[in-house]
């Protein structure tokens, strides 16, 4: 069947909400002159190529992250010069066609009306927003090459000539290599291209063999394509230390990648850091959606969006008999992000959140079709398990009543889960299906008859219920956008003064306060460093893009050791002459700064002195000549915090 484009009416009133909130992420985007946060590796990763021919910053190759992002933006850089809005554009943009790509792809498994809503409700979520509207990250580009992969096997599969199968396979190859050159994760597309094929060839012998003669090209291109990637010699390591920036399976062997002092992981540790990002991702899927998180101590609820989109997933691998991408290609990235050692992130999930949803109705639709036709066996099923959880519901909300951590919605669940388990209960008992689920039922019947005069059934009310409760939600997530606008008065003056000045960029005193809690902490000691310390310093910091980027200085990363006598060796080894110490609110790694380097101060306190320091960051230049070092740097005079 050939692809036709359908215009109707559902289809133009997505087209112009999608666009509309896309645009609105570009007009209400962060206003700055410059990056705040550690996104600005990617416009200086994009500048590097530019300007040095090589892909990663501090004169570091970056071995970790594919390059597709900054490449992209180093394009743009020539085109249209260095800019932060530039970046932000590209997020917006990108979101929008990932967007308008992902409901022609789910319109064509559900009907139109669930996957207008599902598309409305996801980019309309302030998380969606805020993502796109602050912050550069790979988790968009990756989106949209995603699905544009996948409406291409599926255009590439049906297409009627061999001219638009070849148009649609180059499309194909094109989406898959991107996918690949901006995440990693994009191998997950090459592992549902294989199980695809696989499982035609168990099924089918001789379709196997022409859906391998169709995809082998495209799996060889894409092979080569992660390969050439993958054979890229690893810079030297700075420290010894398991975890990152180690490729991706030694990473899956540290129990903790925020901690790696915790050292290495065992079985049980696996199988606990899976259930803890399957309950972070039902958290996530939950802000997204409905607009608020789930505190993820109440399991009852978390496990609810979980068992729909397991059966959802089983049950249409069962329609498609395995031979699915979609299918193949959620299973891949789910196992690539259910394994992650590391806290899992919203920019994690975004990608994958749209077939989230749509498993979820499927797996709305297999109840229906499993009640309908095995009632006893559902009800024998559900009955325990529901009880299960509205009984462990009910002593969370026993246990934590005084302290007020809970949503009266969420509580409800909890009577909620109980009732249907009662009901489950005597479904297993009668062995016969609801009534309302039974269109031959008399209160089938009655729900699809008219009202009077009015001609609209009980059931098209209920249709409008659902598609009023979407609106509730879309507006409460349009109504949170006010929560993420961030001042900008403080941020626009950072305007005044260029980057590459010989004067920092000056701030009102009055405004610097206000203007460092906007900014990352590092950015305050960066631009000290910069102005204080010669050119040749070497720097050691927790978050090298950012200080890389403001101080101009060499960094060394700051790892996470907490053992004095390694990080003394590795100061002495790499020629550190300043380390920064922040206390951060909320650490990415562990131990934090602080802890890491007074443990180091206690030993060795005559080799530091204290050269800056504000509320909540401290800067330290090392006496090599204590240290057991000569140095060739001038002394630096202790300083106050000063206005920026």
Known sequence: MAWQIKVTRVGILVFALIVLFGGAAILFQERSADFLHEDVFYADSARSLIQNGYYGINGRPETTQPPGLPALLAILFVIFGYSRTICLCVMAVCETLAFLAAYELLQRHLPKLVAASFCILLISSPVYFSMAAAWVSPCFPFFFTTVIALLAFENYENAPAPTSRLIWGLVLTSAIAASLMVASAGIALLGALVAVIGVTLLRNRRLGLIRLRRLLPILLIGFAVQGLWMHRKPAPLEWSLPGYPAPYLEQLKVKNGNYPELGMASLSDVSGRVAMNVFAQSDLLSQ?????????????????????????????????????????????????????????????????????????????????????????????????????????????????????????????????????????AWIAYTGRPPSFLDANSGIGAWLRRSLGTSQVSPLRLAQFAGCGAVLILFVMGVRNFRNIIIDEKPLLSFHIGRRGDAAIPQIDPTQNASF????????????????????????????????????????????????????????????????????????????????????????????????????????????????????????VIPSSPLPL
């Open 288 to 424: 997204l959606v409905l607009r608020h998180g789930v505190n993820q101590a109440k399991i009852f609820i978390l496990i609810l969006p979980l068992l729909l989109v397991v059966a959802g997933w089983a049950y249409s691998m069962w329609q498609t008999r395995g031979e699915g991408v979609l299918e193949w290609y959620f299973a891949g990235y789910e196992f690539i992000y259910l394994l992650w050692p590391w806290k899992m992130e919203a920019r994690f999930f975004l990608p994958i959140a749209p077939l989230a949803c749509f498993y979820v109705w499927k797996g709305i639709e297999s109840m229906h079709i499993a009640v309908m036709a095995r009632p006893r066996i559902v009800g024998a099923v559900w009955f325990p398990l529901g009880s299960l959880l509205g009984i462990s519901g009910w002593y969370w909300i026993h246990a934590h009543w005084h302290e007020n951590l809970g949503r009266r919605a969420d509580e409800l669940m909890a009577f909620i889960l109980c009732v249907s388990a009662i009901f489950a």
């Open 516 to 635: 460092l809690n906007a900014a990352a902490p590092e950015v305050e000691c960066a631009l000290w460093i910069r102005s204080h310390t010669p050119v040749n310093s070497v720097v050691m910091a927790r978050q090298v893009p950012t200080v890389y980027h403001f101080a101009e200085r060499r960094v060394v990363w700051f790892p996470p050791i907490s053992n004095p006598d390694v990080l003394m060796q590795g100061i002495q080894r790499l020629k550190v002459d300043y380390v920064v110490v922040i206390k951060h609110k909320a650490p990415y790694y562990l131990p934090d700064d602080d802890y890491c380097f007074d443990r180091l101060l206690a030993n060795s306190r005559d080799a530091f002195q204290i050269v800056f320091q504000d509320s909540n960051l401290r800067v330290f230049q090392v006496e090599r000549n204590l240290a057991g070092e000569t140095s060739n740097l001038g002394r």
